[in-house]
């Protein structure tokens, strides 16, 4: 089975400028998670689908940050335009619906804003 | 909103040592996960308990889950090298909803 696909790898950007991470989640699964992790801290939740609809988004920043689940499989996370606090690495991670719903994530996103 | 918070933050042991990490939520959860992140890693999953005051046991590591679901707690046994890492519970309070994660408490071990 293949994993949590995400891309790129690492992304350099200078503040005011835009950014967008793709994210391919484990076929057939309906929950669709993105997580900011800053260094030395736990995953923080942007948002989460299911299937293509929004379960929740209070946290995202949506002056600046969007996101879209088109036809409830691949996703893409925006940001525009960027502030240096959003240095972090970008978790994608997707889960099952129903029985034990493990979140498995990708390999995730290091974007360094300078 | 929903808060999970553990302690302790960091944590050095000895190798052969025991370690615990626990877990206190703001609200009732549904269920609690937990994961371990290696350095330069992403979280990998390691169990999920549901029933109020539930034990499960991974050979030396064993979890449980308060009566109030509110809490939750990792204890290894006999800490090897390759436990180092970071570990995150992280609750939901109704089935199908946001998935929370604590803060982590980062495991150094010392040969």
Redesign the interface.
Known sequence: EAGVAQSPRYKIIEKRQSVAFWCNPISGHATLYWYQQILGQGPKLLIQFQNNGVVDDSQLPKDRFSAERLKGVDSTLKIQPAKLEDSAVYLCASSRQGGVTEAFFGQGTRLTVV | ?QQVM?IPQYQHVQEGEDFTTYCNSSTTLS?I?W?KQRPGG????LI?LVKSGEVKKQKRLTFQFGEAKKNSSLHITATQTTDVGTY?C?G?RD??????????TRLMVKP
């Open positions: 909103g553990q269920n996960q994961y992403h979280p990998v999953f999920q995150f992280a939901r089935a199908g909803n946001m998935l929370t994660f604590g803060g982590g």
